[in-house]
């Protein structure tokens, strides 16, 4: 019998910048097997102490993409070349597109570096149509209050964060047919993912216990399944939490330097060009 799922466990932790401690649990090395995401970053879980200054990665360029920063616990604050920025808490969504290029910063926000305290979040990198690559970058600030919650039949729900659950569109504006659900599940439960045949499928444990097809599922480790309406059952065997994410493929070609997601390797070295010649906007510490 196949295996239910394609497991992607987290790498070592590594440090971006202050935002320690960082796990990447999957990157556009197998771009085909996740389109059309690119990238997922596991931060925490952590206790931060406090600190006189605020922690994170200074100004950096990103180009062709968007970042989608979910936070579960604690804040993080943005700044960014295009002039927007913003504080975002537990349960808000920071949903970037860098489009054409931009240069932001990601920080602790002011409370969690002034008083310390728990920090746990994902970073999603979704890939951009060709279309859309060099688009205006855009800046979404999505609170906690902005994503309506669906009760499941089984005690579980789901907060939609993007795309449609069981007629219900999250609030954020996508160039990509893709479906973010952050969904509670008690024990016992099962996940329904009511999701269009062809679109590839992963599930992220961010905490409790889950079975797919019979098989445990460990904190903080992406399941990939077939892209098929026969996807295994997703059963919690304690209280969980989990992402579900996933989108129509792409089936573009993707050639990725850094913090730079094109379509060729011509594009990619007129995206460091217009980088260093400050076509993506300045951002000062
Ligand atoms: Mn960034």
């Given at each position: 019998m196949p295996a239910p799922f394609h497991l992607h466990a987290p790498a070592a932790p590594h440090a971006v910048g202050e935002l320690f401690p960082v796990r990447n649990v999957f990157a556009y090395d197998q771009a085909a097997a996740i389109d059309p995401f690119l990238l997922l970053d596991y931060l925490g879980p952590a206790t931060v102490a406090p600190s006189e200054q605020p922690?994170?990665?200074?100004?950096?360029?990103?180009?062709?993409?968007?970042?989608?920063?979910?936070?579960?616990?604690?804040?993080?604050?943005?700044?960014?070349?295009?002039?927007?920025?913003?504080?975002?808490?537990?349960?808000?969504?920071?949903?970037?597109?860098?489009?054409?290029?931009?240069?932001?910063?990601?920080?602790?926000?002011?409370?969690?570096?002034?008083?310390?305290?728990?920090?746990?979040?994902?970073?999603?990198?979704?890939?951009?149509?060709?279309?859309?690559?060099?688009?205006?970058?855009?800046?979404?600030?999505?609170?906690?209050?902005?994503?309506?919650?669906?009760?499941?039949?089984?005690?579980?729900?789901?907060?939609?964060l993007a795309g449609m659950f069981d007629g219900v569109r999250g609030p954020s504006q996508t160039h990509t047919e893709i479906?973010?659900?952050?969904?509670?599940?008690?024990?016992?439960?099962?996940?329904?993912?009511?999701?269009?045949?062809?679109?590839?499928?992963?599930?992220?444990?961010?905490?409790?216990?889950?079975?797919?097809?019979?098989?445990?599922?460990?904190?903080?480790?992406?399941?990939?399944?077939?892209?098929?309406?026969?996807?295994p059952v997703v059963r919690a065997t304690r209280p969980s939490r989990l992402l579900v994410l996933a989108g129509a493929p792409l089936g573009e070609p993707v050639v990725a330097h850094g913090p730079f997601v094109m379509n060729t390797a011509a594009e990619i070295d007129q995206a460091i060009a217009d980088f260093r010649r400050g076509r993506m906007g300045r951002l000062d510490v």
């Open positions: 922690r994170g990665v200074g100004p950096h360029p990103h180009r062709g993409f968007e970042t989608v920063t979910i936070v579960l616990r604690g804040e993080v604050a943005h700044r960014d070349s295009a002039g927007n920025g913003g504080v975002i808490g537990a349960g808000g969504v920071q949903w970037m597109t860098a489009g054409a290029g931009v240069v932001h910063s990601e920080f602790h926000g002011p409370n969690l570096t002034r008083d310390g305290g728990e920090l746990e979040m994902v970073q999603l990198w979704v890939n951009l149509p060709a279309r859309a690559k060099l688009v205006a970058p855009r800046y979404q600030d999505l609170p906690a209050a902005a994503f309506p919650t669906v009760a499941l039949g089984n005690g579980g729900s789901v907060r939609v479906a973010l659900w952050d969904v509670a599940l008690p024990a016992g439960a099962e996940l329904p993912l009511p999701l269009p045949a062809t679109w590839n499928r992963m599930v992220l444990l961010c905490a409790g216990e889950v079975t797919i097809g019979g098989e445990p599922l460990r904190p903080q480790h992406v399941a990939r399944l077939a892209a098929t309406n026969r996807s």
